[in-house]
């Protein structure tokens, strides 16, 4: 019996790890709330993440095709991208349903601002696009 459990073991260790999976969203913010979180606005925002909960790392594009990267944790099925720069953090969940919250505190010059993005994700993973997110 040792030996059998022995040899798993062993043929385990030296399997081929698994690779890791990015999942890949495009997201629409349909509401843009600034001022300290307040003065909420309809929006048409484009942005698209790479996220990957595996090795814990992340890129996020916003319309004007700049990439951020950033840090990834998965929990309870919801996606959560951190982006920390110069300015400040940002802070992304994408909820299994296609829900997302990004939220943002920067310091500008002598001010600090606190905005928070509304809206829906579609999972992109694999050539996808239809319906909510998705594993």
Do not use: W
Request: proline letters at 2%; hydrophobic letters at 35%; a negative charge.
């Amino acid at each position: 019996m040792y030996k059998i459990l022995s040899l798993a073991l062993v043929s385990a260790a030296m399997a081929a790890p698994a690779m890791a999976q990015d999942r890949t969203f495009r997201c629409t913010m349909t509401e843009a709330c600034r001022q300290d979180g307040g003065n909420c606005q309809p929006e048409n925002i484009p942005y698209n993440f790479t996220l990957n909960a595996q090795t814990g790392a992340g890129e996020m594009e916003q319309r004007e095709g700049n990439f951020f990267d950033g840090s990834v944790v998965e929990s309870d099925g919801a996606m959560h991208f951190f982006f920390t720069n110069s300015a400040g953090v940002e802070l992304g969940t994408i909820t299994e349903a296609g829900q997302i919250i990004y939220t943002g505190n920067m310091a500008i010059g002598d001010s600090l601002i606190h905005y928070r993005l509304n809206g829906t994700c579609s999972e992109t993973t694999g050539g996808g696009g239809a319906g909510g997110a998705s594993k």
